[in-house]
């Protein structure tokens, strides 16, 4: 990785400092490209494309609302493509940017490009610590009294990842995913986690 890019990346994500939503902050921007970069090793795709997708991804966040933040964030990377072309040729930023727009979960149609599809796995919890994490500080954010975050919780985690057909490309996710899948089927198990990972906030 150049080092240009690297100071890119670290140059952008204090940004992320001030968006207000839980579970969209520094921390998780930097676990996308981090994983985004494995999967870019491992399925032999440019990592610096696939770092600064996932720099960029939810940057619309910081002036929009989640339902919305994917097309600002897109908006966002044609507009500083200009400065981009410092680092990257054109095809590429091409796919930054559609790889931008195209992250959502809810995203239905076919992915540009595997730069794409690696940030979009990226930006899915796998993990049942992080799913639980996210989602809790999500809806902390929202001023929800403790019962009500617990119900938001286990409903919202069991009808977005409990019977959802998606597949991965990287196969370690994929069992992840499924052994979170397995906690999420019981609920008494899940409460376990849920105690545990919500003891330390
Ligand atoms: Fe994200």
Not at 86 to 115: C, P, Q, W
Not at 146 to 174: G, M, P, W
Request: charge should be neutral.
């Amino acid at each position: 990785m150049r080092t240009q890019i690297i100071g890119l990346i670290q140059d952008v994500l204090p940004k992320y400092d001030n968006v207000k939503e839980g579970g969209h902050g520094k921390d998780h921007i930097i676990d996308v490209i981090e994983k985004s970069y494995n999967m870019a090793i491992e399925f032999n795709e440019n990592p610096e494309v696939c770092c600064v997708a996932a720099l960029f991804h939810d940057i619309g966040l910081l002036t929009n609302s989640r339902a919305v933040h994917h097309i600002a964030s897109a908006i966002y990377v044609l507009e500083h493509a200009k400065f981009l072309k410092r680092y990257f040729k054109e095809d590429e930023i091409y796919k930054i940017y559609s790889a931008v727009l195209e992250h959502r979960s809810g995203y239905n149609g076919e992915y540009t490009s595997m730069i794409s599809k690696i940030v979009s796995d990226a930006d899915r919890s796998t993990n049942i610590y992080k799913m639980i994490s996210r989602s809790y500080d999500y809806n902390k954010s929202k001023g929800y009294d403790e019962d009500k975050i617990y119900n938001e919780v286990y409903t919202h985690l069991k009808e977005k990842y409990y019977e959802r057909r998606y597949k991965f490309l990287s196969s370690e996710l994929q069992k992840e995913l499924n052994d979170a899948r397995e906690i999420l089927k019981n609920e008494e198990e899940f409460k376990r986690y849920y105690k545990e990972i919500t003891s330390c906030k």
